[in-house]
């Protein structure tokens, strides 16, 4: 369960965000996640909006449903939150006990090879081949799929290309571009609050289950103003949630404690797509170059307005209620997208509807490295909805 630190320029990438172990982060960290809106699958940044995925919205509510009764996702219980307020209201939903996907391995059936690590694939005909650091080693296979999550991922392609290997890849030019995350950091916190309101969205623990309800721009002011889908929760700081808050000695929470009906308002940030966000290679190091865009910023300010006026009784006091637009009051990127785009453009994309590399024939990509748009929910429902679609495709054409 090692960690490896990311060089990074602007935005800071969470350090146990790359966990290196058998299962990823899954294996380690189980949290709240939902599904893509299907407004959030589009170009809302542009005057025309199109879904950039080569998929539809129907075929990924589809998958959502068919890992929920087997692998526990609880898509059924996300429901809606019939509330009149003017913004989007979107659920959230984990298991405090999550489930150990490793119940559903036939472990006679299948080969794993730990500590050897993979530092570059090629393919040659019929055959795709993996190699292991200075070709020491290599494993010959009729299909590989990389699924090493979202930087990884990419560097195992470029790591690759490097060594002039994947002659065919199509679109070399943009692999490492249109990297994503989802930046979270505090908004404030809101001491006059409508309780009645906030009580029905706010996070909460029970029945061992985690849940709330995000809190988004509407739909057709996005859509009128160009701009993204990033979210607020509500956090109430006198419960077991704020116990926990407290252990990170934050000098804010230490004067606050005393005080009852106070909510930690929790942003986490849509990135929009941006080619001149990349993952890059040098010197044998990963090195990510990332900042939030102009629309970025103009949403987070609008939402962070709104929200204050609305959901508290006395705007006007909330004195400690601020956007930190400072990029290194920033802390948590973690959820990394892109630099694989998996996209309706085929001049924009490196991998296609099937999850095949563009150019190769034998060779897929599974993480979330090939999302076109980042959303602002966690990936996990999605990786784990495209890797079902994944595996039905390649049962019927392997």
Known sequence: KSFKKVLTKYLKIKLRSRAFTVGGTSSIWSNISSYFEDFEMKSRWKNRQLNLWPISHEILLKEYKKLDKKYQFSFNKLKSCLLNIPFEVRPFIASTKPINFKKFINENEVDLIYNCKISTIDENQKIATAFTVKNKFKFKAKKIIICCGGIESVNLIQNSLYQKKLKNIKNKNIVGKYFMDHPKFNLGYLKYPKLDIISKLELKIKNNLISYYGISLKRNIQQRKNLLNSYVRFEKLNNRIFRFFEK???????????????YRVRLFCEMMPNINNSIILKQNKIFVNFRLSKIDH?????LSNKIKNFFSFKPDLETNFKVQYEENKIDDASHHMGGLRFNNDKKLSVV????KIRGLKNIYVCSSAIFPTSGSVNPTMTICALSSRLGSYLKKNI
Do not use: G, W
């Not at 990170?248 to 106070?262: A, G």
């Not at 103009?298 to 609008?302: D, F, N, Q």
């Not at 296609?352 to 999850?355: A, F, I, V, W």
């Open 298 to 302: 103009e949403t987070i300010k609008l």
């Open 248 to 262: 990170l000695n934050i000098p804010i929470l230490r004067n606050i404690r005393r005080s009852e009906n106070i």
């Open 352 to 355: 296609d509807k099937s999850l």
